[in-house]
């Protein structure tokens, strides 16, 4: 057997150590990032979501909706904010998919394959790369509430909202990492995950409190875990109930990690 074929031969990771998984991640964090740098227009939906979103929401239904809340426009910049943050995490969570796919597509994967690095932190630095990609955005966010007129009152439950979020995400990452390793192109995993993000988005309390829904579609929202997490967010940043509905976002995180992930990782494993 030649060295070339040697080297050729994918690195089992269980023959890495733990520092260099560490290293290999990092490096292929530094690799992504660099990436984006020279393609700035990859970061365009981190930046175009909460700008558009936001101002589409507060000044086209902020008025009728902050009505039925008992204020205004200004109570629905206070309502939907909130919501907006848990819908960042799942729109920047598709984002992992569709760059998996095109680096199979393109043969990024391949090149990967050829180098003595463990597969695992191919997966790693994709996951960080989209996670910080997910606090960008939602920085973007709140920069663009409080110009909307979002009222910041506490910045611990800011944290504790954004964090939520975050984990969130991660765990609706291992759903699109296994659309991105199973579809055959990345307008295939954009296309579902549209089909599963629009139900989601728009039966929750993401945009406009429940009650006023037809009583089949609040069922639905009472089980959707973007509702969940949306008013886990709005009890920790302006105030409110919170400990079942973090239990309850917690818990869907635990069980689609759990679920999910040892799917994503052998269809990954199979595939690369």
């Known amino acids: 057997m030649t060295t070339a ?11 890495i150590p733990l520092r260099a998984h560490v ?6 964090v530094r690799r992504n990032l660099l990436w984006i740098r020279q393609d700035p227009e990859s970061m365009f939906d981190a930046i175009l979501f909460p700008i558009i979103f936001t101002l589409l929401f507060v000044y086209v239904f902020g008025g009728s ?3 039925a809340l008992g204020g205004g426009q200004e109570a629905y910049v206070q309502y939907v904010v909130p919501g907006l943050m848990a819908m960042m995490g799942m729109n920047m969570a598709m984002g992992v ?10 043969g990024v994967m391949d090149r990967f394959r050829s180098l003595p690095i463990g597969r695992g932190s191919v997966l790693s630095a994709k996951i960080a ?3 910080l990609r997910m606090l960008f955005a939602t920085a973007v ?14 910045w611990g439950g800011l944290l504790a909202s954004v964090g939520l979020s975050a984990v969130f995400g991660s765990a609706l990452m291992w759903v699109f990492i296994t659309l991105g390793v199973v579809m055959k192109n990345a307008q295939s995993v954009q296309a579902m995950g549209f089909l599963v993000l629009m139900p989601l988005q728009f039966g929750s309390s993401i945009f406009a409190p429940t009650q006023s829904m037809p009583g089949w579609l609040q069922n639905f929202t009472d089980y959707n875990p973007l509702s969940s997490l949306a008013d886990a967010a709005r009890g920790l940043m302006v105030g409110g109930p919170v400990a079942h509905d973090l239990w309850v976002t917690l818990g869907w995180s635990v069980a689609l ?4 992930a040892p799917i994503a990782i052998h269809k ?3 595939k690369s």
């Open 5 to 15: 074929t040697i080297t050729a031969e994918p690195v089992a990771d269980a023959r």
């Open 23 to 28: 290293r290999h991640t990092s490096a292929l």
């Open 65 to 67: 909706i902050g009505q």
């Open 97 to 106: 998919g569709t760059g998996f796919n095109q680096d199979f597509n393109t």
């Open 129 to 131: 790369v989209e996670l």
């Open 141 to 154: 966010l709140m920069v663009v509430g409080v110009l909307v007129g979002f009222d910041i009152t506490d």
């Open 257 to 260: 990690t759990a679920v999910m």
């Open 268 to 270: 990954f494993r199979t």
